[in-house]
């Protein structure tokens, strides 16, 4: 039976990503997360978050993954692994996901907690899928 990948994964998969400077795949593959973690059973979910994973080498990456896990643990009302609240996952400077300074102020409005105490702002619609 296949099983969602963990955020340990995904951290590998990112760090390869950004290796190679495709950056938009690695912000992707950290979108996917969310949606694998949405669609996974409660067990699986646990086993998703539990195990620390590697740095990408990017601190923001880091962070973002963190993020992801504690919105998708929030969402599911699954509680989040100490490993998101260690230091390394939070930025000293804002990073707007997006890049667009005209979508900044509503990345500020309306950012998820989990992200915005991250330093990261992106809009709440960019955590949806299709």
């Not at 300074?101 to 299709?130: G, K, M, Q, V």
């Amino acid at each position: 039976m296949w099983s969602s990948p963990s955020a340990s994964d995904i951290a590998e998969d990112v760090a390869r990503c950004l290796a190679s400077g495709n950056d938009p795949l690695a912000r992707r593959l950290i979108f996917r997360f969310i949606e694998q973690y949405d669609r996974a059973d409660n067990d699986d979910r646990v086993r998703m978050v539990e195990v620390r994973p590697d740095s990408t080498g990017s601190p923001q990456m880091d962070a973002f993954l963190a993020a992801a896990v504690e919105y998708s643990c929030a969402t599911h009302r699954v509680a989040a692994p100490g490993w998101v609240d260690e230091p390394e996952y939070f930025l000293d400077e804002f990073w707007f996901v997006s890049g667009m300074s005209s979508l900044e102020a509503d990345a500020l409005a309306h950012s998820p907690i989990s992200f915005a105490r991250r330093s990261i702002f992106l809009n709440r619609e960019s955590l949806t899928y299709a």
